[in-house]
């Protein structure tokens, strides 16, 4: 057997390797299946690399775009494309192992630890039933977003199926985070329209919150109303990221309001478009994408601080990308804990394990780190100013989708860049550096330690 054959025989490839890879042929696949001919509007012909970045950003759910959606894609490839943010949405692992229960298929170890590793569990057990009820939870929140909104769209467009077809693509679009739309003009046609918005907002925070969160808070739902489990007790993962998820949104929707209080755009707005807009924006930020007004209309102070917020991204186990909400809270606890002078760090009645603190810092400049050398390298190759290419850089790194109007005038080499972003934004920063990392092994012997100077 040829070193080819050993490199991609499944046996030799780690787990995490093997997710990437099926990762990548999820890319493959959906570079065929949107280059159909008949999902496109006569006349369309989309090139290598937009094929190829329209793809990783349907993958990774990101839904920056090179083309317009709504006129490269007729009504099936607007269904096609669903299909596609589906899979990229709630996980490769989740819908093959869907499919493979369907046929009768028998989910193995190998299986289970491909499970383990796409869900970032820490444990073997229960997994394929966890599977299951994420799948059952996104389906159900996606058809009665669908319901809701087409129902509502009724009003908006001449025919039921047109209006069918919007509240589809719009639930599956809001609950995957994914950021496409087949307005043409995101949400910004439904800016005065509160009840659009807040459904939005919904569906967008329960795909970003994550799905642990979602299961616990439909198992507390149920032993409640069975009259089961009267004292269940919420995980430190669910009452983590839940808090800092909550926290985020409350703090840029405060920041938005307060940078933009006497800038332009809000100059002429009333109170409530001003609460609406700041809010809407700072949940789109968590993840969304989907947008009711041209990011080019804020200052710089707010697209910076919209920078940070799309770094950070979702929740983990979630549709969404960036470092994730639990690494950026268990940062912030450990400076505030180092500060105190204390050696562990205890939160909601329990203490972080050190390796998870470790891990975190790990996370965030590597990410960091990525995201400068993308800026520098966009700087160079791309016509735009350094505070677009910035943007542009952490909206792809946090598969969030907004953008200042750069990304179909990018070259060839800026959209590689950016394909790669919106790659690693989705597998996680763990699993690029797994990637690379060799076979773990134990030190056989130490040198004698000595401490460093820092800081």
Not at 66 to 85: C, K, P, W
Not at 103 to 113: A, D, F, H, S, T
Not at 211 to 239: A, M, R, T, W
Not at 421 to 436: A, E, Q
Request: charged share 15%; hydrophobic share 50%.
């Amino acid at each position: 057997m040829n070193i080819f054959s050993r490199l991609f025989k499944v046996s030799y490839l780690s787990t995490i390797r093997l997710i990437v890879l099926f990762y990548i042929i999820a890319v493959l696949f959906s570079m065929i299946w949107l280059n159909l001919p008949f999902f496109h509007d006569e006349g369309v012909n989309l090139t290598f690399i937009d094929l190829l970045f329209t793809s990783v950003s349907a993958i990774s759910v990101t839904g920056l775009t090179v083309v317009s959606t709504v006129d490269t894609f007729n009504t099936a490839g607007s269904i096609a494309l669903t299909v596609v943010l589906q899979f990229g949405g709630i996980g490769i692992m989740t819908l093959g192992t869907f499919i493979w229960i369907i046929l009768g298929k028998r989910i193995g170890l190998r299986g289970r630890q491909l499970i383990q590793i796409d869900q970032n569990r820490t444990t073997l057990g229960g997994l394929v039933q966890l599977l299951l009820k994420i799948l059952k939870i996104i389906l159900l929140i996606e058809l009665i977003g669908t319901i809701i909104l087409s129902t509502y769209f009724l009003s908006y467009f001449d025919t039921w199926q047109e209006a069918l077809l919007q509240g589809f693509f719009g639930a599956v679009s809001a609950t995957t985070n994914a950021g496409f739309d087949i307005t043409g003009a995101s949400l910004i046609p439904f800016a005065d329209d509160y009840f659009v918005q807040f459904v939005n907002i919904i569906l967008l925070t329960l795909g970003a919150i994550g799905f642990p969160v979602l299961i616990e808070l439909q198992d507390f739902i149920k032993g409640n109303y069975h009259g089961k489990n009267p004292k269940h007790s919420f995980s430190l993962f669910s009452k983590l990221t839940t808090v800092t998820f909550f926290a985020l949104i409350l703090a840029g929707w405060l920041l938005i309001l307060i940078l933009e209080h006497n800038s332009t755009f809000f100059a002429d707005k009333s109170w409530h478009e001003k609460l609406f807009y700041s809010l809407f924006q700072s949940v789109t930020t968590r993840n969304g994408g989907l947008a009711t007004m041209d990011v080019n209309e804020f200052t710089s102070p707010t697209l910076i601080m919209m920078c940070a917020l799309m770094f950070i991204g979702a929740s983990p186990s979630s549709v969404g990308g960036g470092i994730r909400t639990t690494t950026f809270a268990i940062m912030l606890l450990s400076i505030y804990n180092y500060a105190k002078g204390r050696t562990s760090i205890k939160v909601f009645g329990r203490e972080l394990d050190n390796e998870d603190v470790i891990r975190s810092f790990i996370v965030i400049t590597t990410a960091q780190m990525i995201c400068v050398a993308a800026i520098i390298v966009l700087n160079f190759t791309e016509p735009f100013e350094l505070l677009p290419i910035a943007f542009e850089v952490f909206s792809a790194f946090g598969t969030t989708g907004l953008s200042m109007g750069i990304t179909a005038d990018l070259s060839e080499i800026g959209k590689s860049v950016i394909i790669f972003l919106m790659f690693v934004g989705r597998i996680g920063i763990f699993s690029f550096i797994f990637i690379i990392r060799g076979r773990a092994t134990k030190d056989r012997f130490h040198y004698p330690k000595e401490r460093m100077i820092i800081g």
